[in-house]
Structures are given as C-alpha cells and as structure tokens.
C-alpha cells in the first residue's frame, strides 16, 4: 500500500511556468515531509522539507504548501527553467517514534520544461 | 566537504550469486539508511543504522543484510540474488538517528541481476 500518493505521474510546462506536484496521505503520525529533486543516473538531492505547524515554506524559486486537515502538500516552483527537468518526489516520514525514521516516497513526478 | 559517496557505481551479477555495496556519510553524520529504487519508481526503505545497531528494516526478505562499522561506514549484502534485485541502491546519511530527519542520499550503485 502506497503511504504517500503523487500526481500527475508526469508534467510538463514551457520556460516560466509555475509547474505544481501535489501529494496526499494517511498516517497522521508523519510529521516530516521533504521534497527530493532526481536526474538520470544520481541520487535524490533534498530540495526543501516542511513541517505540519506551517501551512507554507519557500525556499528560492521552491514552495511548498501545506494543508494538515486534508493531508495533502504541494510543490510549486516558480519561473521554472529548463534545468528544474528532472524527477521529483515527495515523501513523509514520522519523526519522533522509536525505531528507524524511514522516508515513505511518493511515486514521483517527472518534470520537463520546454525552452 | 564530501558528500555521501558509495561503491561501487555499478556491478553486473549473475543471479544466485552474492553482492556487497559500500557507503561512507557524511562527515558527522552518524546515521546511514539504504534504500532500493526500482526503475520509474520512489526508494523503498530497506535498512536504518544508527551508532552500529539496527534502527529499523523495511519490508524486504532476509536475503537482504546490513551493517555499520565503527567509522560510521556501512555495507549492504544481498545473497542469492534474483533478477528483481536489480535496481539503484541508495544511501542516505543523517546527523542521527532521531529525532534529526534530514537524510542525505548519495549516488547510488546501479545493481544489474542477469
């Protein structure tokens, strides 16, 4: 069972565009929620994390929105640039438990941003 | 300063053989989780290790073995591979084990099972 759900399963969006990911989840216990930026061939690169006791971050050209009621949170990147086409996964993960602090990601989002 | 580097960066096995990949954190960091990431899909946990003990082993068989040394490093073992093994092998580095969430990955090693 997928924890953390993604959408769309791709995107794309030409030079300047404010593309959006959004994700959902269940487990009210998860408290940590980062954003991770991924090009072929290299590991994921933490792009901004948030907590649920803020309903928005912004990082850059990077926000993240947050609505704890709905469970959902959303990734906006501002005036994206053809270097933003990558693969983008948010995950969640509950921070104040005993044992592993584990990621769950979502399926990810493939980006690409036209010239 | 060095980021969360791992080795090797790729390997081809036969299956029924064994594989053994290596991870170093970040300096300071004390923590090191492994991830499996299948091809057009998100890491899935396998191994957290904190302080050389076992923090916490997600949902993979027992074909699956990690350890942590003394320095912090850790090796991930695979026996008796299987041709869904393959995939990118990740690791992640975090300054502890909790209540710090931030976890870093490194490349990965891309792991073909033929």
């Known amino acids: 069972q997928q924890q953390v759900k993604q959408s769309p399963q791709s995107l794309i969006v030409q030079k300047g565009g404010i593309p959006i990911i959004n994700c959902a989840y269940e487990n009210t216990a998860f408290d940590y929620f980062p954003w991770y930026q991924q090009f072929p061939g290299k590991g994921p690169a933490l792009l901004i994390a948030i907590r649920p006791d803020v309903s928005e971050k912004k990082e850059g050209r990077f926000t993240i929105s947050f609505n704890k009621s709905a469970k959902q949170f959303s990734l906006h990147i501002m005036d994206s640039q053809p270097g933003d086409s990558a693969t983008y996964f948010c995950a969640a993960t509950p921070i104040f438990q005993t044992g592993a602090n584990n990621l769950f990601f979502g399926t990810g989002t493939r980006l690409t941003v036209i010239p | 300063d060095a980021g969360v580097t791992q080795s090797p960066t790729h390997l081809i096995k036969t299956r029924g053989q064994h594989v053994t990949l290596r991870c170093s954190p970040i300096?300071?960091?004390?923590?090191v989780s492994w991830y499996q990431q299948v091809l057009g899909q998100g890491p899935q946990f396998i191994f957290q290790y904190y302080e050389k003990e076992e923090r916490g082993r997600g949902n993979f068989p027992d074909r699956f073995s990690a350890r942590q040394f003394p320095n912090y490093s850790s090796e991930l073992n695979v026996n008796a591979l299987l041709l869904g093994d393959s995939a990118l092998y990740l690791c992640?580095?975090?300054?502890?084990?909790?209540?710090?969430?931030?976890?870093?990955f490194g490349p990965g090693t891309r792991l073909t099972v033929t």
């Open positions: 992640a580095s975090s300054l502890a084990g909790q209540p710090n969430y931030e976890q870093y």
């Open positions: 300096s300071g960091h004390k923590s």
